[in-house]
């Protein structure tokens, strides 16, 4: 049985003139599509670099949340689904999610549907900065009241404008680990993208409704439309392009005293007054007491003085 020999372009045997031809239009294909920064080595290093840029949070110089505010969503910490540092809503966006209106040759930007998670960095940036939203026609600067509906939207620019969102869970739609009802970011605001403040404490729940809602104390963000409220899963983590999170759901934890857990206690967090370029929650892990050997508290206190009492 005769030996099949194989040669390279530079021998002028078989097609030869179509194979350098080929390799020719597959070097121009490349310098253009580099030119136009279509790579997806080019790609990946503009998502990182717009989703990871520093965001300036909104100061509250009366420690009261207003609509139009730009603030971080945290969850405190806890032990109620397994020991977890504090986590912020982040956005967990990929290539798929970044678009462009290339007749303009705008900046690139986000598009829905994207997912959620509870990332470890709780430094403000365009990943976890969200701007309070009025659903009911309340204009930007009144203050946000417990049980008043609002919803929570992205930055503009490479945020995208985005929408926080949840449904009822279904077979075909749920959390990717828990099964749970999903939350996701969505372009359209609808009823399905509104949230309400209900205050942390069963017992005096009643007594603060219609209350303002003050900065960095801990809340439940129930949805308007499933009465489920926000939650944070350590026990469940998802692999994402920026490293392990925590999965966020919608589905209320109750206590054998019938009281929402920790993992569904969240802290809105502004900038600090005295140092607008840092938030609130970056002041309190700084002056945090350190235990004997060294290391600071996980979990953060109800309220933003009680750490330095």
């Given at each position: 049985m005769a030996t099949v020999r194989t040669y390279s372009p530079s021998v002028r045997v078989g097609n030869w003139r179509e194979d350098v031809t080929l390799d020719e239009d597959s070097l121009k294909d490349f310098l253009h599509r580099k030119e136009k920064g279509e790579l997806t080595v080019q790609k990946?290093?503009?998502l990182r670099q717009n989703i990871l840029k520093p965001m300036s949070l909104s100061v509250s110089r009366d420690g009261f949340l207003r609509f139009g505010d730009t603030i971080m969503l945290v969850n405190?910490?806890?032990?109620?689904?397994?020991?977890?540092?504090?986590?912020?809503?982040?956005?967990?966006?990929?290539?798929?999610?970044?678009?462009?209106?290339?007749?303009?040759?705008?900046?690139?930007?986000?598009?829905?549907?994207?997912?959620v998670g509870g990332a470890n960095n709780l430094k403000p940036c365009v990943r976890n900065a969200f701007v309070i939203t009025s659903v009911d026609g309340t204009p930007d600067g009144d203050i946000l009241r417990y049980d008043q509906s609002f919803g929570l939207r992205t930055s503009a620019g490479f945020g995208g404008e985005l929408y926080l969102a949840s449904d009822h869970r279904t077979f075909?739609?749920?959390?990717?680990?828990?099964?749970?009802?999903?939350?996701?970011?969505?372009?359209?605001?609808?009823?399905?993208?509104?949230?309400?403040v209900v205050y942390f404490d069963p017992q005096e729940r009643l007594e603060h409704e219609g209350f303002p809602v003050q900065v960095s104390c801990k809340v439940l963000i129930s949805h308007c439309k499933t009465n489920q409220c926000l939650a944070a899963l350590a026990n469940h983590v998802l692999w994402t392009p920026f490293g392990e999170e925590y999965e966020l759901t919608a589905h209320t934890f109750l206590d054998s005293h019938k009281a929402e857990q920790d993992s569904n206690h969240w802290l809105f967090v502004?900038?600090?007054?005295?140092?607008?370029?840092?938030?609130?929650?970056?002041?309190?892990?700084?002056?945090?007491?350190?235990?004997?050997?060294?290391?600071?508290?996980?979990?953060?206190?109800?309220?933003?003085?009680e750490s330095e009492k």
């Open positions: 990946t290093t503009v405190s910490g806890g032990t109620s689904l397994g020991p977890h540092d504090p986590c912020s809503l982040s956005i967990i966006a990929d290539l798929s999610n970044m678009s462009s209106h290339p007749q303009t040759n705008s900046d690139p930007y986000l598009q829905g549907p994207c997912q075909q739609k749920c959390a990717k680990k828990s099964r749970l009802q999903e939350v996701s970011l969505v372009e359209q605001c609808d009823f399905q993208c509104w949230w309400r502004t900038a600090d007054p005295a140092h607008e370029g840092q938030s609130l929650l970056q002041r309190q892990q700084g002056s945090a007491i350190t235990n004997e050997n060294g290391s600071h508290p996980k979990a953060i206190t109800d309220t933003p003085g």
